[in-house]
């Protein structure tokens, strides 16, 4: 590979790696070229991006401030996945891709700025979306609220029940 190529591709991991703070490191041996053609499809189709790297040109391109377990494991075929938006989503893909077809290993990771490893890659990959929990967030603000609008209408609801009651007799 020439010069000029390996500083195009360190000055595009850079940018990539300043724009996005949410990606995964991740193992790809054993994976066959129409595997790694379907896993970068689902990544394109999500709005996630799957690149494989060479580790001397990756660390080239990762912050000095990124932490050491990080550089670490760039180790082996690694490959990044980004994700701009959902990381949860895409942790979620990743391993339903790896459970389906047994060949994706998850080394590393930053999650919102943090180093992640990879036990607590499964955590992540097994948390709600963000929809849910903000759904789950939503209805947990309103349950005082129904609460005490159900302690407002009883009485008046009792008083309809005894009327009805008080016709019915008469």
């Known amino acids: 590979m020439k010069r000029e190529d390996k500083e195009k591709q360190v000055k595009e ?3 990539a790696f300043n724009s996005c703070e949410n990606y995964y490191l991740v193992d ?3 994976m ?3 595997k790694a053609v379907e896993l970068r499809k689902l990544c394109r189709e999500n ?3 799957f690149r494989v790297v060479k580790n001397r040109l990756a660390m080239r391109a990762l912050k000095d401030d990124s932490p050491e377990n990080l550089r670490e494991s760039f180790q082996g075929l690694t490959a990044i996945a980004f994700a701009p938006q959902d990381p949860i989503g895409l942790a979620r893909l990743i391993k339903d891709f790896s459970v389906r077809h047994k060949v994706l290993n998850v080394k590393a990771g930053i999650l919102e700025g943090q180093f992640l490893s990879a036990d607590r890659f499964k955590e992540v990959a097994n948390l709600a979306s963000r929809e849910d929990l903000l759904a789950r967030f939503g209805s947990m603000m309103a349950a005082p609220l129904m609460r005490l609008l159900r302690t407002w209408h009883a009485p008046l609801s ?3 029940t005894l009327l009805s009651q008080l016709k019915t007799k008469k």
Do not use: C, Q, R, V
Request: charged share 5%.
């Open 13 to 15: 991991l850079n940018e």
């Open 28 to 30: 790809f041996l054993n």
């Open 32 to 34: 066959s070229a129409t």
């Open 47 to 49: 709005n996630y991006t």
């Open 158 to 160: 009792g008083l309809g």
